[in-house]
């Protein structure tokens, strides 16, 4: 019940906050907004880490539906501050249902996407301080993931994923 009334108050106060926006309050509507999908992430990590209702690949999905209806709510309202929520909400994400386990690969290609839509982002709107947040999320996961869990047996791996990860912000530089 605590979920179903977090998820559904989320997407009230999301919906609700487009009344502000078109009034032209567009600084109200987006904290509005702010506070809608925080209170979406909020549900879904408390579906999974506290209350065990879905699994993590559930909570996953759902927090990527969360984060791309942000950014496809940024393109729509061409409010990039939106685009800001989606990745704080995107980079979030792995920690929000972290298990404690190492999961390179999946971690790395689902920041590795991440990013990748940040320069489609940044290819449709000139927004590029995104790029810099998507570096910072990218490099915070990627040092707080080596200082937990790498192991020389992993480093073509790794290694594998540093280099595209620096191809993908060379090719915006």
């Known amino acids: 019940g605590r ?20 009034k032209d309050y567009k600084a109200f509507s987006y904290s509005l907004k702010a506070v809608g999908i925080g209170t979406l992430y909020l549900s879904l ?5 506290r209350y065990g209702l879905v699994p993590n690949s559930v909570a996953f999905a759902m927090m990527i539906v969360v984060t791309a209806s942000a950014a496809a709510m940024a393109l729509a309202q061409d409010a990039q501050i939106l685009a800001v929520f989606a990745l704080i909400g995107g980079f979030t994400t792995p920690l929000l249902l ?15 996407i991440l990013d990748l839509a940040t320069l489609v982002l940044v290819a449709v709107k000139p927004w590029r301080r995104l790029l810099v947040m998507s570096y910072v999320g990218t490099l915070l996961l990627y040092i707080g993931w080596f200082s937990e869990f790498y192991y020389r047996n992993q480093l073509g791996l790794t290694l594998s994923f540093a280099t595209l990860f620096f191809a993908i912000f060379a090719s915006r530089h």
């Open 45 to 49: 990590w408390a579906a999974f880490q």
């Open 3 to 22: 979920v179903a009334i977090g998820l559904v108050a989320g997407i009230a106060i999301v919906i609700w906050s487009e009344r502000f926006r078109i």
């Open 98 to 112: 972290s298990t404690g386990q190492n999961r390179e690969l999946a971690l790395f290609s689902y920041v590795a």
